[in-house]
C-alpha cells in the first residue's frame, strides 16, 4: 500500500519516493496530470482565436471587396452617364459655301437638312441619295427654266456624298446642324503629284487616293473612269475658263485619269 512517503509511478505502477521526478524503475518523468490538462485548454484556446482571427479577416476583406465593388460600380455608372451626355445631340444654325468637288455629311459638312442657294456660275448638284431625300438638279444664278436657283430640304444624313459640278457656287443653310459631328479629314501623305496630257491609271501611275485637283495650265478636260462615282469631268484652267480646283475626287486602285489639253496637280487629301 502505498504511504505517505512513497507515491506509485504513472507508467509502471510501482513504489517509488512521493518526490521522486523520474521513477527510478522505468526511468519516466513524473509530471502532473493538471499540468497536462491546462497545456491542452491553452492549446485549445490558441488554436479557437487563430481560426476566429482568420474569420473575421475574411469577413473584413469581404465587407472591403464589397465597398470596393460598390464604389468601382458607381463610378462605371458615371462614365457611362457621361459618355451619353456627350453623345447628346445639338442641332444649331449653320452656313457654308461650297464648289465643284465631293463633300461627305459628317466629314466636310454637318449633318442636318439645307436651304440651297446658287450664288454664281452654274453646275450640276446631285446627292447619293437623291431618290431619298435628295436632289439631282442643274442649279445656277439664273432661274430661267433650265437651271434652279434655290433647292429646299435636301437631307445630309451621316455619310451621304453631296457633288458639285462646273462652275456653279453654293450656299448651303441649315438650322439643325449637327456641327459638333464633323470629323474632318486627316492630312493627306505624299506630295502633290504634276501631271501632264495623258491616261494615268490609279495604283500604278500614282497612288490610288483622295485628292484635290488644282489646274495649273490652259483650259483642258480632266475626267476619270469614275466620273460618276466620287471622280469627275470637268473642264479645267488656269487662264479663267473653266474651274480651277475639283475637292475631294476619289480614285481607287485602277482607276484611269484623264487630262487633255492642260496640265494638272494632284494634292493628296486625307480619308
Not at 486627316?186 to 502633290?192: A, F, M, N, V
Not at 485602277?254 to 489639253?261: E, F, N, P, Y
Request: proline share 2%; aromatic share 6%; charged share 20%.
Amino acid at each position: 500500500m502505498e504511504n505517505k512517503q512513497t507515491k506509485l509511478c504513472k507508467y509502471c505502477q510501482m513504489e517509488i519516493p512521493k518526490k521522486a521526478k523520474v521513477c527510478p524503475n522505468c526511468k519516466k518523468k513524473q509530471g502532473g496530470k493538471l499540468k497536462w490538462i491546462v497545456i491542452c485548454v491553452i492549446a485549445v484556446f490558441i488554436i479557437a482565436a487563430a481560426a476566429g482571427g482568420g474569420n473575421s479577416e475574411q469577413g473584413a476583406d469581404k465587407t472591403s471587396t464589397s465597398i470596393t465593388g460598390k464604389s468601382e460600380n458607381k463610378k462605371e455608372e458615371k462614365k457611362v452617364e457621361k459618355q451619353e451626355e456627350k453623345k447628346e445631340i445639338v442641332k444649331e444654325h449653320y452656313e457654308l459655301d461650297l464648289r465643284a468637288g465631293n463633300y461627305i455629311a459628317g466629314k466636310d459638312i454637318p449633318v442636318g437638312t439645307y436651304n440651297l442657294t446658287a450664288t454664281a456660275g452654274s453646275g450640276n448638284v446631285s446627292s447619293s441619295n437623291m431618290y431619298n431625300g435628295g436632289l439631282n438638279e442643274v442649279m445656277g444664278v439664273e432661274n430661267d427654266g433650265f437651271s434652279q436657283q434655290s433647292f429646299n430640304g435636301l437631307k445630309m444624313e451621316e455619310g451621304v456624298v453631296l457633288t458639285l459640278g462646273s462652275t456653279v457656287v453654293i450656299h448651303m443653310v441649315s438650322e439643325d446642324a449637327q456641327t459638333q459631328e464633323v470629323t474632318g479629314r486627316t492630312t493627306g501623305e505624299g506630295k502633290p503629284i504634276d501631271l501632264q496630257a495623258g491616261n494615268y491609271t490609279a495604283g500604278t501611275d500614282f497612288s490610288s487616293g483622295t485628292y484635290k485637283i488644282v489646274a495649273t495650265g490652259t483650259s483642258g478636260n480632266v475626267s476619270s473612269s469614275n466620273m460618276y462615282d466620287g471622280g469627275l469631268n470637268e473642264i479645267m484652267g488656269a487662264d479663267g475658263f473653266g474651274i480651277t480646283e475639283f475637292a475631294n475626287a476619289v480614285f481607287p486602285e485602277g482607276t484611269t485619269l484623264t487630262i487633255s489639253g492642260t496640265t494638272v496637280q494632284l494634292v493628296p487629301v486625307g480619308e
